[in-house]
């Protein structure tokens, strides 16, 4: 277990309805006056939370580069999952399952997005290098509004040999690079996927593109030649849960 700080009202409005057994203590702005925050006060009392009263600068100290908006919240984090529980995440999931890979994503906001849309689209588990990705920072939890806590979020030592491991397990890989002719659309997601984003700027790295059955590319018409990885996912994501939807 480990503690860290869910900073701004809907992370700890998220913390409190979801996970409040695991709510340590809230920390609210002296003077705040925001009724949200208020609120946030009032239920995690009723909760039997302690809740204290300190500085906007000490608030400013916990919450990093994330804009706290008067509340933080001490939160003891479940387990990360370990990559030895991937097995286990993909026969639970079967021929549902649908894998995230972010190959080097190094943005806290980025890392937070894309949890968001993982846990919206129901993932069987976002994988990340260790050596090559941003950790659990109040940043991305925050921008993940809640998402950290409902996908299983798993750092490998090496990648290329878990999408070894993927492949081994049956399922089917496809890679988003923006220097291919193969259209996103074309690909049938429906049964075992991961799909794999690079990270800002770099995109995916050698190996791991040689690792995929299928790299493609979402189509733009207009004169841009990139999205925000973030913005990405999310695409990618549900285009992967709407061929899935018609196909039931």
Sequence with gaps: MSESWIVGINPVEGALSNDAERVRELLVENGQRNARVQELAERAKALKIPVQHRPREQLD?????ARHQGVVALYEAPP???ENDLAALLARDGSDTLVLVLDGVTDPHNLGACLRSAAAA???AVIVPKDRAVGLTPVVRRASAGGA???PLIAVTNLARTLRELKDAGVWITGLAGDTDAPLYGVDFRGPV???LGGEGEGMRRLTR?????VVQIPMPGTMESLNVSVAT????FEALRQRSRSR
């Design 61 to 65: 100290k916990l919450a990093g580069e």
């Design 80 to 82: 990360l999952a370990h």
């Design 149 to 151: 806590d409902r996908v």
């Design 234 to 237: 999310g695409i990618v994501l």
């Design 122 to 124: 129901k993932v069987t």
């Design 210 to 214: 040689e690792l995929c059955d299928f």
């Design 194 to 196: 991961a799909l794999v």
